[in-house]
């Protein structure tokens, strides 16, 4: 198609035809949203249009889609919900993802007369979007849902939301003349890859080189970029120990020679003390934020750093740099690597030496942890039956709090095909996330780890889940509350806390199994940790969506990050 070849249609025919080329393949909603947009859908494209069980949901299960995929994931809802939506793109906004979100909103004619359900919600989605526009005029939607995918999917990818004129967007009936281009290019991350400044690859490669005791920090930016490969490869070249952050795990395998773990608050000791050791960091697409680098304790400000990003107002945001490379995460390491000097590798021995040693001792440090035969069953060891036993080119999807901590410390990938998303901080997020990337990539197996807390978030999901045959695994670490509390309630409590605290943070026990299986998936629930690698093959290949219910010990409390 080109442009100038208008032809009178509905809004919702622009819509479907529009969505369906740019390779949407579903759309998470409440209804009611693109009433007659959805109606299209059905008649012109095979578009799956899920109606979920709230906003904040649909709205996870678009970003889990968008992380696992790179393509942008698709929510909406009226404008009664809308809010709740704007809530949902909180965590997409902070991961860095590309949610559109489109809702009902006001029309020109009735505003200011207290018209029901209404609230202006514009100013809501400001702090959550890259662009957050309005649509008033039906002939504008070819080029706003351009732009809406120009800006969701380039630079530092993220969320954007469209308004549409009516409480339920019924612009969308209304006819004009239109073309539905698309533009294929910004139908997924990265749409470009912007080419560093040569000098500044050669300054920032001669000072990584020149340094006896560096260590890379591999950030989100690495993932998206697709630069993982690149990236060990240059770490291989030159001899360079990798940390990185929760978003960039899926940088490289944990069981790699050169990989240190997690470094931050969520993270794994090892990783933290070889960042907090080395002479100079290099931080590969990571916003060097309070998360990744412990509050700026790991590494602390005033270690020598270099800096590469696709986004030029994160260089040096944090940590004065001695180089800035502003470009894609790809091509730069692509270009260092063709410029390595490969012989300087070897005054690096020492420094892989002690980095590795730091490594082992974490491992001796946390060995009975992680293969504790204990019932209730020790967070760390069902982390370790996941890391042997999760498929190899699984996506594993990980909530916030002490699923995040557990996970990030003592969990490893094994292979590059496996990816890794996690929430940017919102407790519930990962079930909906989960099934939103299974809905992505089908093909793939998904392993959602989760609290009980936060699985409670979004249980209604499991309907979802049951009626569009959604083949998600979901781990539960159910301890019977939310325990990653049950520090800060110790330090107000002075130390020791009342009995009647503990309603502050635990719950009544609940056999999350059970209710998996009511609403219509698989439900097992795994007392031993002997009997989990079973459970998990059996929900692997149940060909339903699976809820795997670990009863754990309400008393283990994740390792605080060292610094
Ligand atoms: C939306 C939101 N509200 C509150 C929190 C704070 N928070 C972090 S972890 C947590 C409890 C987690 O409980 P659970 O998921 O059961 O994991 P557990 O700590 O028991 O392992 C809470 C309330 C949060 N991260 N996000
Ligand atoms: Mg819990």
Known sequence: ???????????????????????????????????????????????????????????????????????PGICGAQVIGALNLAAGLRDAWLAHSPVIAITGGRDPKTKFRRVYQEVDDVPAFEPVTKFNATIDDVARLPDMIRQAFRTAVTGCPGPVHLQFRGNEGQLDAEEADMEPLVEPQFARVPAFRPEPDEASVRAALQILQNAARPVIVAGGGVRASGAAAELVALAEALQIPVATSLNGKDSIPGNHPLSVGVCGSYSRESANRVVNAADLVCFIGSETGGMTTHFWAVPKIGTPAI?????????????????AVNGDAKVTLTRMLAHADHASAGKRKAWIAEAQKICGEWRDK???????????????????????????????????????MWMGGMFDLTSPRQSYIRSAGHLGWAFPAGLGAKCAVPERPVVTFTGDAGFWYHIAEIETAARWNINAVTVVNNNGGGNQSKRGFDRVYGGKQTDK?????????????????????????VEQASAFPAALAQALAANRPAVIDVVTDIDALAPVAVS
Not at 53 to 64: I, L, P, V
Not at 307 to 323: C, F, M, S, T, V
Not at 372 to 401: F, Q
């Open 501 to 525: 605290a503990r309603e502050l943070w635990t719950f009544r026990q609940t056999n999350f199994a059970r209710i998996a299986e009511d609403m219509g998936a698989l439900g097992i629930r």
């Open 1 to 71: 198609m080109q442009i100038g070849h208008n032809r009178k249609m509905t809004g919702a025919q622009c819509i479907a035809d529009m969505l369906k080329g740019y390779e949407v393949t579903h759309v998470f909603h409440v209804p009611a949203v693109m009433r007659t947009a959805f109606a299209e859908m059905e008649r012109r494209t095979d578009i799956k249009r899920l109606h979920v069980h709230g906003e904040k949901s649909a709205a996870y299960m678009a970003d889990g889609y968008a992380s696992a995929s790179g393509k």
């Open 307 to 323: 800096q590469i990003d696709i986004d030029p107002e994160a260089l040096g945001r944090n940590y004065p740099l001695a180089a």
């Open 366 to 404: 946390y060995k009975d942890a992680l293969n504790a035969d204990a019932a209730p069953i020790r967070p760390e060891r069902l982390c370790h039956e996941l890391s042997k036993h999760v498929p190899d080119d699984a996506i594993v999807v990980v909530d916030t709090g002490h699923a995040g």
